[in-house]
Nanobody, 117 residues
C-alpha cells in the first residue's frame, strides 16, 4: 500500500485547511484509514480515522472542528480542518491499516501544517 498525502501549509488561526491522502497498491486489503500528527517534542497521536464503511473516529481535541471523509471511488481520504489553532501545528501523517489481525500499518510521508497566531 502506498499513500500520497497533500494539502499542508501555513494558515492563520481560525482558518481552514484540507488534507488529502490517496491510496494505491493493495487497496483491497485496507480496513481503516486515518490521520495522525506529531508536534515537535511530542509523540505521534491519532487525529481522526475512518473505517471502510465510513464510520469516523476523532480525537477529543479536534471534535467539532475537523471532519474526516472517504471517497472509495478515488481511494482517497480527506481531512477538513476548520477553526485551526496554533496547537494544531504539527506534521500530519496519513495512515492505512489492513484487515489482517493484527492490522499492518502503512504510512505516507508527512505534510506540515503550521497555524500562526
Amino acid at each position: 500500500v502506498q499513500l500520497q498525502a497533500s494539502g499542508g501549509g501555513l494558515v492563520q488561526a481560525g482558518g481552514p485547511l484540507r488534507l488529502s491522502c490517496a491510496a494505491s497498491g493493495s487497496i483491497f486489503s485496507i480496513n481503516a484509514m486515518g490521520w495522525y500528527r506529531q508536534a515537535p517534542g511530542k509523540q505521534r497521536e491519532l487525529v481522526a480515522s475512518i473505517t471502510s464503511s465510513g464510520f469516523p473516529n476523532y480525537a477529543d481535541s479536534v471534535k467539532g472542528r475537523f471532519t474526516i471523509s472517504r471517497d472509495n471511488t478515488k481511494n482517497t481520504i480527506y481531512l477538513q480542518m476548520n477553526s485551526l489553532k496554533p496547537e494544531d501545528t504539527a506534521v500530519y501523517y496519513c495512515n492505512a491499516r489492513t484487515k489482517d489481525l493484527p492490522g499492518i500499518d502503512y504510512w505516507g510521508k508527512g505534510t506540515l501544517v503550521t497555524v500562526s497566531s
